[in-house]
């Protein structure tokens, strides 16, 4: 399921229009990714929780040539999901 898709779904659940459940959408994107790069976690009862973890920096290597390189360290965004979703993920 693609954002547009997740957008049609959501209209015909709610009854409301298209726009409005794009606009909603976005919102919620929206707000998640602000909380997120503010280093907040957002937790969705039910759902899952996202949040920032680390990668640290390390030695890679470029598979074209074999040589060495260096991979700097960065932030990274975690999904954990919740027991109900995880349930009913297992259930179907």
Known sequence: MNKQELV???AAKTG??????AETLGALIGAITAAVTKGDAVQLIGFGSFSTGARAARVGRNPATGAEIQIP????????????F????NAG
């Open 73 to 84: 360290a960065a932030k990274t965004v975690k999904f954990t999901a919740g027991k109900a």
């Open 16 to 21: 409301v229009s298209k726009a409005v459940a």
């Open 8 to 10: 049609d779904a959501v």
């Open 86 to 89: 995880k349930d009913a993920v």
